[in-house]
């Protein structure tokens, strides 16, 4: 485990300040998988991990105060608010959208957005909140399915009814379904 992992893992501001005051490269993705000596390693970034690794807002803090732009994204258009929703950290997802993010643009090639994300992964809360802030709720990807189409789709029955509730519509199914 290297000492960036180990300070992310322990959520250990003190010794992230003392890594990023010796120079840490905060630009160099962490790999995964390295440890069980794999032919192939996942790459994330520092921000990234500390979001799946459940670190504080703090923390997130200090990489943004460091140069980490929370704007960023991986090569798959994926970003920190996507890694949040997937992770149901709805404590990142707030300091994602305290911090202007866009909820209603995505740099991935599928045209997802994070209501859409968000409607899969059966998190009433967060539809909720990317709702209240501004989250389109009869917004289409690229392949023409909506927040609502995901939710059924994945059969999440609790959020397809707080959709309908909100006035959401399918677009890829037929509203009689």
């Known amino acids: 485990m290297s000492d960036i992992t180990q300070a992310i893992e322990n959520d250990s501001i003190v010794k992230m300040k003392s890594l990023i005051e010796n120079g840490i490269d905060l630009s160099k993705p962490i790999l995964i998988g390295e440890e069980y000596d794999l032919d192939d390693y996942d790459e ?31 090569l798959d258009g994926i970003s920190a608010l996507d890694i949040a929703i997937k992770f149901k950290r709805k404590d990142v997802i707030q300091f994602c959208i305290d911090r202007e993010m866009d909820l209603n643009c995505t740099k991935r090639k599928s045209g997802i957005l994070p209501l859409m994300l968000a409607s899969c992964f059966s998190d009433v809360g967060t539809v909720e909140l990317l709702l209240k802030h501004g989250a389109k709720i009869n917004a289409i990807d690229k392949s023409g399915m909506s927040a609502k189409d995901y939710a059924k789709k994945l059969g999440q029955k609790n959020v397809v009814l707080f959709l309908d509730g909100k006035g959401a519509k399918f677009n890829a199914y037929s509203n009689e379904e």
């Open 44 to 74: 994330i970034s520092p921000l990234f991990y500390s979001i799946r690794k459940y670190a504080s807002i703090e923390m997130l803090e200090l990489f943004i105060e460091s140069g980490i732009d929370l704007h960023e994204t991986d």
